[in-house]
């Protein structure tokens, strides 16, 4: 059992970027509280995040091997070393075997009197609650999402059956919540639309873990009570004995706040495309373009993007992953000097705080939205897969903080967004009256986002609550 003086937490995250990193932030925010850390993760993924916890002596990097299973390609410990997203439901089954070594650490901490105040292990990661439990440690949950799209996620499991004998564009009604806008089908994630008795081997394995998630002590959820209060009930309610979601974000500003502090004295080396953003003069000029690290985007609908923003006649900065793709002929002349393209990893954040930025069309993954959010920039919602439609939903008609690319609707095959699509949207953000009111929705909301980071802040408050009462267990 914990002790009243314990001041250890036990981290394991789920190994994808998306759900890593904001563990890493948490375990700054925690560490700030006085309160040691061990994450336990495995050797090529403790490699990765070695570099965001050094100066952090409270912080404990604890690996255990990678297992090895049929069908996983050798050497694949993250996402995104996956040959492709294929291989995902091995990959899933190969973590369900860190069962055994996760325990021995436990118990080690147990034995020598040093139980932690608690684990928050990655929702994929079910299987630890069963181990937390036999151990008497309490088990917070962690899924990456924020409170409205796992509450939609959760309730359209639930209700799925009648959700299939719905048409793609009907409005779905989920009993007990009101939403800020009209659900349709093709919102929800593919795994409850493509399956509504759930009997394939992937719905089999969320509804496994969706079990062990229902009965854990709590929910970690990156995301602000300002942003997302009167969702939180509704969400909960899918959980047993009372566990409270516990909003404690937006988790990358606890990094940020580091940040600013050493840069007191340090002069920050410019990378080429804030140096880009440096020269262009008006403030708010900018749209930056990023589609994350998980949605493939084919070479041909990068094709309509491109002529897209030329057409659109606005400055931007595109973040482009395809290694195979290369800008279609004639359109480098035409944007020469008001486009940059490029095709690095960037500090996208840097980007969006930068005062040129003035526009984010983002494909609405949870981080981008959050990130976008606190820099008070408003979003181009195109979502793409998984939850980014409810994202997006909540960006733009629940909160107003931004517009919508216009996507022709379709029941069956992926079809091209078409540059004029593109290009107006990128011009009502940029230009119209549509932008300007997003605008002056998301800057305050911005605002109110670091407020809740600091010292009486929402989730600043939220994070030492958590924290007495895990003692008091
Ligand atoms: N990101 C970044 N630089 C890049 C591309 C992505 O910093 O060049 C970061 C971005 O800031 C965000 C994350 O990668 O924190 C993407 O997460 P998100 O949830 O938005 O989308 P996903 O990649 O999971 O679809």
């Given at each position: 059992m914990p002790s009243s003086s314990s001041s250890h937490v036990v981290i394991f995250p789920f190994m994808a970027q998306g759900h890593t990193l904001p563990l890493l932030y948490l375990s700054k925010a925690l560490s700030h509280q006085q309160i040691k850390v061990t994450i336990i993760t495995t050797p090529s993924n403790a490699n990765s995040m070695a570099k965001y916890v050094?100066?952090?002596?409270?912080i404990n990097l604890h690996e255990i091997p990678f297992p090895t299973i049929d069908g996983l390609p050798k050497g694949c410990e993250n996402t995104s070393q996956l040959p492709s997203m294929e291989f995902l439901l091995p990959f899933l089954q190969a973590t369900k075997e860190l069962q055994k070594p996760f325990e021995q650490v436990l118990e080690t901490m147990i034995k020598s009197n040093t139980p932690p105040l608690c684990v928050i292990s990655?929702?994929?990661?079910?299987w630890s609650l069963a181990s937390c439990q036999a151990l008497g440690v309490p088990r917070l949950a962690f899924h990456g999402m924020g409170v409205l799209s796992m509450a939609i996620s959760k309730s359209s499991w639930v209700h799925a059956p009648q959700i299939d004998s719905l048409s793609m564009f009907d409005p779905v009604d989920l009993p007990g919540m009101r939403l800020p806008f009209t659900l349709t089908k093709a919102d929800l994630p593919a795994e409850t639309v493509n399956s509504s008795n759930h009997d394939d081997p992937m719905s089999k394995f969320i509804g496994e873990v969706g079990e062990d998630d229902a009965k854990s002590w709590g929910i970690i959820v990156n995301s602000f009570k300002e942003l997302e209060e009167n969702h939180i009930p509704s969400f909960e309610s899918f959980y047993m004995n009372g566990a409270k979601a516990w909003c404690l974000g937006p988790l990358f500003l606890y990094d940020e706040m580091e940040g600013l502090e050493k840069s007191i004295n340090q002069s920050q080396i410019s990378s080429m495309s804030t140096q880009w953003l440096d020269e262009q003069i008006t403030p708010d000029s900018v749209i930056y373009v990023s589609f994350g690290t998980q949605a493939a985007v084919s070479d041909s609908q990068l094709d309509e993007v491109a002529f897209g923003l030329e057409e659109s006649g606005f400055p931007f900065l595109w973040v482009v992953r395809s290694k195979s793709w290369s800008l279609p002929g004639g359109v480098e002349e035409k944007i020469k000097g008001r486009g940059l393209i490029v095709k690095e990893w960037v500090d996208q954040r840097q980007i969006l705080s930068h005062?040129?930025?003035?526009g984010f069309l983002s494909h609405c993954g949870w981080n981008s939205v959050l990130e976008s959010v606190a820099a008070g920039v408003p979003i181009l919602a195109w979502p793409m897969m998984a939850e980014q439609s409810l994202n997006a939903k909540l960006i733009v008609d629940g909160l107003g903080a931004g517009t919508s690319i216009k996507k022709v609707q379709n029941q069956g095959s992926e079809i091209l967004v078409s540059r004029q699509a593109i290009s107006e949207g990128v011009k009502e953000l940029m230009g119209g009256q549509k932008g300007r009111s997003a605008r002056e929705r998301a800057e305050p909301l911005g605002r109110v986002a670091r407020r809740a980071v600091q010292k009486d802040g929402s989730s600043h408050d939220t994070l030492s609550k958590l924290i007495d009462q895990l003692r008091r267990c």
């Open positions: 050094t100066n952090h002596p409270d990655d929702f994929f990661l079910g005062r040129a930025t003035g």
